[in-house]
C-alpha cells in the first residue's frame, strides 16, 4: 500500500512561512513594549519617587494625592491646580507650589526663583 508522506515540499514551505511570520509577530510585540517602557522611563509622570540633588532627601508623590517627604514623619497632600502649578497641604498649612518636570528631572518650589532639583528614582 501507498504512504502518503506528510512532509512534502510544499508542507515545509508553508512551515516556514509560518514561523517566520510568527518571529516578525514576537518581535513587533517585543518592540512595542520597549518602546513603551523606554518613553515612561524617559518621560516620567509626577507620581514616583523624586530624589534631590541638592540634599538627597527624597519625595514620593502617590496617585491618591498624598505627598511623603523623607525628612518628615508628616504626609502631606497635593492638588495640581494647572500644568505647572499645585496646592499642596501639610500640617494644615496650604502653600502654591510651582513645579515642571523636564526630562528626569522635577523642580518643585514656592516660585520660580527656588526651585528645588529632584532626579527620579
Known amino acids: 500500500m501507498y504512504k502518503n508522506n506528510m512532509y512534502t ?6 512551515f516556514k512561512a509560518i514561523l517566520m511570520l510568527a518571529f516578525i509577530a514576537g518581535v513587533l510585540v517585543a518592540s512595542f513594549f520597549i518602546l513603551n517602557f523606554t518613553a515612561a522611563y524617559e518621560q516620567p509622570t509626577l507620581v514616583g519617587t523624586w530624589v534631590s540633588t ?3 532627601a527624597s519625595v514620593k508623590f502617590t496617585e491618591d494625592e498624598h505627598v511623603k517627604l523623607s525628612t518628615s ?3 502631606g497632600t497635593y492638588h495640581i491646580i494647572s500644568p505647572n502649578t499645585m496646592e499642596y497641604t501639610i500640617d494644615g498649612l496650604t502653600f502654591i507650589m510651582s513645579y515642571h518636570i523636564e526630562g528626569r528631572y522635577l523642580y518643585w518650589g514656592m516660585d520660580e526663583e527656588t526651585l528645588e ?4 528614582r
Open 54 to 56: 541638592e540634599t538627597d
Open 9 to 14: 515540499k510544499k508542507n515545509h514551505i508553508w
Open 73 to 75: 514623619t508628616l504626609i
Open 117 to 120: 532639583c529632584f532626579k527620579r
